[in-house]
């Protein structure tokens, strides 16, 4: 174990802290998540990992239920980035620049420590296209723009309505030429100006996962926004899919430490030690068709997962993050004029 790991798990001893409590992913990608993290996390510790879990809007709920009651049950929750609003970082701890956390800087991607939690999941909306449609030694689409170019890149489109529209508008203002650096605050009046001129071309609007991937296999579009997990799994099944990172809005879930934890040294010291053992990463990630924050996983892919892993300097740094004081104060308003635009 790292030195800094050794330290946060005997504060937790020294505390008497035995478990620490884990509101987390269910079903198949929990028993993943157990496999690979927190059985070598007990081994390595001696300190039990208590799995719990749900949606994430029902372990929300149940969070600031017990908050509001003073009687925390979970030490540790994950949450999707996008849901790091006020109201929310009110219920976690603080890690400032998670200098309790070395391994944290030492091991992980940069921007992995988000001040109310650390990143696990990562990954993107991507730009995937079916290259049965667009073939090696042809013009194959690498950006929004080209998404948006349907006389150069022919054919029916798939983009996401699955209640994060501020996907879409990145896209589309990307398309419309504004630099990365400059999206936020995002011009919404000129996001859905851009957006009608692809509206026409756009045979899907999906709204699930599932449904992201059968609209591939049916070839009922050329190209789309696709959770990359997904156009990693439709790879898997040999679907010949192009994917490119350029602009992918981040999708990323990250876990953090309740400020009611009743095992605030035994969830610090978990929080660390899922940035150690990149091979573990690496082995997740090859079986869940995503990735995690752990950087120096990318050296224990295969040869063939390398080039296209969001891991790559080249596709992190491409790589659009949502403002998050933005989001918290134009959600709302937001969803309502996308429910009002997607059904006109």
């Known amino acids: 174990m790292a030195t800094p790991l050794n330290e946060l798990a005997r504060r937790a001893h020294q505390a008497g802290e035995r478990q620490v409590v884990v509101a987390g992913g269910t079903g198949a990608y929990g028993d993943l998540v157990k496999k690979h993290f927190y059985l070598p996390f007990t081994e390595a510790t001696g300190i039990e990992v208590i799995a719990t879990g749900g949606g994430y809007g029902e372990k929300l709920a149940k969070l600031k239920a017990m908050t509001s009651v003073g009687r925390v049950e979970w030490d540790v929750i994950t949450l999707s980035v996008d849901s790091l609003t006020p109201d929310v970082t009110d219920l976690l701890r603080n890690l400032g620049d998670c200098a309790a956390l070395p391994d944290v800087a030492g091991q992980g991607v940069d921007g992995s420590c988000l001040r109310e939690g650390v990143m696990f999941d990562i990954g993107g909306g991507v730009l995937a296209f079916d290259k049965r449609s667009f073939p090696a030694g042809q013009a194959q689409p690498e950006n929004w723009a080209d998404f948006w170019d349907v006389k150069n890149f022919p054919g029916p489109r798939a983009l996401p309505n699955i209640g994060n529209p501020w996907w879409a508008l990145i896209a589309a203002l990307e398309a419309d030429g504004v630099a990365r650096n400059a999206l936020f605050p995002l011009d919404v ?43 990693f799994r439709l790879r898997s099944e040999g679907i010949p899919l192009g994917i490119s990172w350029n602009g992918a809005p981040l999708d990323a879930a990250f876990w953090a430490v309740t400020k009611g934890a009743q095992h605030p040294n035994a969830a610090l010291a978990l929080l660390d030690f899922i940035y150690t ?68």
């Open 189 to 231: 009046d000129r996001a859905f100006n851009k957006l009608d001129e692809i509206k026409p071309y756009v045979t899907v609007w999906w709204k699930s996962g599932d449904q992201s991937q059968q609209i591939f296999r049916t070839r009922e579009v050329v190209m789309a926004m696709l959770f990359s997990g997904r156009a």
């Open 277 to 344: 053992r990149p091979k573990a990463h690496a082995s997740f990630a090859a079986e869940s068709f995503g990735s995690t924050a752990q950087r120096e996983a990318l050296d224990f892919l295969p040869a063939d997962a390398k080039d296209s892993s969001v891991l790559q300097p080249a596709n992190w740094s491409n790589i659009v993050r949502v403002d998050r004081d933005w989001l918290a104060a134009n959600r709302e308003k937001v969803l309502q004029r996308w429910s009002t635009w997607i059904a006109s």
